[in-house]
């Protein structure tokens, strides 16, 4: 890996322009989302997406989502459906990816589709990934901006701390208000939650009138790159903890008495915000275990949860 003085640029016309270049040039550009922060690479450059898989250390080529400025650029790139136009009418610009048929000839790189004959595509509502969505003209293939394994980040100090010296530069927009990554339906087929995430599963199976979404309790996960152990802190991590062990660092939820409090009133959207920048930073503070209150499984409870089993699964 070639070594890289990480330009932190900041969410101005310039530098999104800049970013916006050096995506043409082939490099790597860390960019805010709603969700959390991606990687981004031209999805049409293969070097470009090659890079991101070393940068990440990821350890295999699983597939990436393509973000698009809009529906009509998703549909340059793979078949559309009465179940996409419909979830795509109702949720995007937003935390939803759509899994689709690739169309033969669509300009992606191999790396992206991991060899898939379906992509991912999510067009983000975040205003300064549209910007730089505008400003490239093109299709930006971006998995979250972590190190391979690792707690996805939601702010740019958090990408900065991960991937230094390793891409090119990193877009300054703050904090992701979703704080929790996307939604992936799978449309290749009958309609599939591939992963929990920033729209609940109940809104759309809402939109499409089936509960076809719904992942059966304990059922595989079949995207992909959906690893048993993610999202994983230094710290080891203890679910459902009604009380505190001695030296624990203790993540609350609701009304109780602890380190940091995910939604002291018990909001689960507040909490899917709060959630990857609390484990950074107990994690920053030297913890050895994190203990987390019980999250209830309703609305985005089920992403949170679903990061958080992953945070707690037995490390490679
Ligand atoms: O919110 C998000 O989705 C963020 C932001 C940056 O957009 N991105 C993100 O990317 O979470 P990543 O790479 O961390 O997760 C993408 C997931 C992986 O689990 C991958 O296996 C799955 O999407 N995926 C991608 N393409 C797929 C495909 N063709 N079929 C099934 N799963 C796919
Ligand atoms: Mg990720």
Same mark, same amino acid.
């Given at each position: ?12 016309? &310039? ?13 790597? =550009? ?5 969700? *959390? @922060? ?14 991101? @898989? ?23 790139? *793979? ?32 790396? *992206? ?28 293939? #971006? ?37 929790? &990554? ?17 729209? +609940? ?14 992942? #059966? &309790?304990?059922?595989?996960?079949? #995207? +992909? ?43 689960? =959207? ?7 920048? @609390? ?9 050895? *275990?994190?203990?987390?209150? +019980?999250?209830? &499984? ?19």
């Amino acid at each position: 890996m070639s070594a890289h003085q990480t330009q932190l640029l900041p969410a101005t016309p &310039e530098g999104t322009a800049r970013a916006a270049a050096l995506l043409r040039d082939g490099a790597l =550009v860390a960019f805010p989302t709603e969700t *959390v @922060y991606g990687l981004g690479a031209d999805a049409g450059n293969d070097t470009a997406v090659a890079q991101i @898989y070393q940068a990440k250390g990821r350890p295999s080529f699983n597939p990436l989502i393509v973000h698009v400025a809009d529906a009509a650029a998703a549909q340059a790139l *793979v078949h559309w459906s009465p179940e996409a136009e419909a979830l795509a009418a109702a949720f995007w610009p937003g935390p939803l990816t759509l899994v689709l048929p690739l169309r033969p000839g669509a300009r992606v790189s191999r790396l *992206v589709t991991a060899g898939l004959d379906t992509l991912a595509v999510r067009v983000p509502a975040h205003p300064v990934a549209r910007a730089l969505l505008g400003a490239f003209g093109g299709p930006v293939a #971006a998995p979250s901006a972590n190190r391979s394994g690792q707690i996805s980040p939601t702010a740019a100090a958090h990408v900065m701390a991960g991937l230094s010296g390793r891409i090119a530069a990193v877009l300054d927009g703050g904090a992701c208000p979703v704080g929790l &990554e996307s939604t992936i339906v799978g449309l290749e087929g009958a309609p599939c939650l591939l992963r929990p995430g920033g729209v +609940p599963a109940e809104e759309i199976d809402r939109v499409l009138g089936t509960s076809a979404t719904r992942r #059966a &309790e304990g059922a595989a996960i079949s #995207a +992909p790159g959906q690893l048993q152990s993610h999202y994983a802190p230094g710290a080891a991590v203890r679910l459902n903890a009604v009380n505190w062990r001695a030296g624990e660092a203790r993540l609350g939820f609701g009304p109780v008495d602890c380190d940091l409090n995910l939604s002291p009133g018990g909001d689960l =959207v507040e909490a899917a915000a709060n959630l990857f920048a @609390y484990l950074h930073r107990l994690d920053d503070a030297g913890a050895t *275990v994190i203990a987390v209150s +019980p999250i209830p &499984e309703t609305g985005l409870g089920a992403a949170i949860n679903d990061r958080l089993r992953r945070a707690a699964a037995p490390r490679p």
